[in-house]
């Protein structure tokens, strides 16, 4: 399965789209109520299909009629996500995880609306008939495979995209086959860091971008800007729609602009570090990270070089080339281990970026010990031996 994303051109037209997607934002908002009152008075949620039924009944009634121009595979698509998260709540409940039961969502906020077999049709060109009406969007690379499913999204911004699900299988760029001849050979291992994004084992280190920290200034900005315009209280109408004055509405969507460029940004680099990593090498060892206990030290930081993101995207991309990527346990002290002699300094503190071995006096860097270290422990856990720290 492969998925395509494109933009939507902006127009008129969009307004039929986003009041569709209002529309299911109404129906999963009467469809959490319900669920809410049955599980207090029964003590269990209403399954899908007796949730569809239901749908269909209302649908009959003048107050509902309105639904029924919303696709009815989209309306099922919605009973099927309160179900899943149902299902999940009480599953961790049981095994006695915390787990939040389906929240509430905000017309304004609500995302998507998805459509699988009918209702959508891809035409020529770069249009597609969603319903009675045809669109453009920005086709920029052509659809291999048979649609399957299509999803309408809205981001903070308001612009529309479209989001193509296929049956195509992209073939695996197997570099280990005879032939090819373009295996490198390389083993490193990596440390994940704050001031430099990767230090690895071999000497390659990437520097941190920090691209929400260089556009900080600009996020203070037009912060300042969106919290002095006005709430438009004049108007009871609009306070009891959460809405405020059409300054207020242009200074958010200037802050919301700005929030996507950082993350097209950081999106960027990790696709483009993870694509540099895995051409370079046959096998990449990493430590498994701690994200809570890292954000509740550095908060923002952690967050803006969103480590977790760029390991699922190296996770993918060295799946599709045929690299490994190892990862060792959390709890090893990569860094408090003397990658010369072997010596554990337990007196090592977070504010250590050079320390010396108190058994060889050998002077490391923090962060190119601890890569080191990964690099033989992950050799290590391959072979199943213990490898020698010389």
Known sequence: MKTYKFKMYSGHGNKALHKTIEGHAHIWNHCIALQRRYYAIYGKFISK??????????????????????????????????DKGYKKMFKDRAAGKKCGRPRFKPRRKYKSFTLTRAGWKLLSDNRIRIGKWVYRYFKSREIQGTPKRCTVKRDALGDIYICVLTDYEEPDQNRAMPGLGTDTGNIAGFDFGLKRYLTGSDGNDIESPLFFKRSLNAIKRFSRKHSTKRTCPVRAETRRNGKGSKNRERARLDLARKHRRI??????????????????YDEIRLEDLNLKGMKALWGRKVSDLGFADFIKKLVYIASKKSVKVKFIDRWYPSSKTCSVCGAVNEALNLRDRTWQCPCCHTQLDRDRNAAINIYRVGASTLSGEVVSSR
């Open 49 to 82: 299909f007796r949730l569809i039924n239901h749908i269909s009944k209302l649908k009959k009634l003048s107050r509902f009629a309105h639904w029924n121009q919303l696709p009815s595979q989209a309306i099922q698509d919605v009973a099927a996500r309160i």
């Open 263 to 280: 993350a097209n940004q950081r999106e960027d680099f990790h696709w483009k570090l993870a694509h540099d990593l895995t051409d370079r």
